[in-house]
């Protein structure tokens, strides 16, 4: 009878093991095939992507969808004026990036992609002191266009302004 209880019990404690290994070699790691770039993460088989870059394999810089060149049309201080050209290249790091002519003043000021928390950065701020204006400004990108309320400040004049930057 003893043997029978031994017997039983080998063969139990066997099929336990041989149940507990077919389960775990059953959960396949999600990140398995995933390549996330640009010193993101891999979650749940989902990229968690470094602040400034974005995509799916967080392959792009932030600032690649700012890149580009603008039409814009402002107002100031209830004056709006004539459609002018903005253009935005990008900065040294992926959450940089250079903005020439904003205001109509022909010079070129530095601006920087927030991120909030969010995955993918959609707030430009300038703050920036060049061709002795200082700019102060935030906006938001949507859809190739981006709206800035801004100050800027050349002397004693001080412009508050609203510009609407739509990509060509």
Not at 89 to 100: E, K
Not at 135 to 159: C, E, L, Q, R
């Amino acid at each position: 009878m003893k043997n029978i209880r031994n017997i039983a019990l080998s063969a139990l404690l066997t099929i336990g093991a041989f149940t507990a290994i077919t389960y775990t070699s059953c959960n396949k790691d999600a990140c398995k095939d995933v390549v996330c770039q640009n010193g993101g993460i891999c979650l749940n088989g989902s990229c968690s992507c470094a602040t400034g870059y974005e995509g799916t394999n967080c392959e792009t810089k932030a600032n690649a969808k700012y890149v580009g060149t603008y039409s814009v049309t402002e107002t100031c201080g209830g004056t709006t004026s004539n459609p002018y050209i903005v253009t935005i290249t990008a900065g040294t790091g992926p959450s940089d990036v250079l903005v020439s002519n904003l205001g109509n003043y022909g010079c070129t000021t530095g601006g920087t992609i927030l991120f909030n928390g969010l995955a993918a950065g959609t707030t430009l701020t300038i703050n920036d002191s060049k061709c002795n204006t200082q700019m102060n400004a935030t906006g938001n990108y949507a859809n190739g266009v981006i709206t800035i309320s801004y100050t800027a400040t050349y002397g004693v004049t001080v412009d508050n302004c609203t510009a609407t930057l739509t990509k060509q």
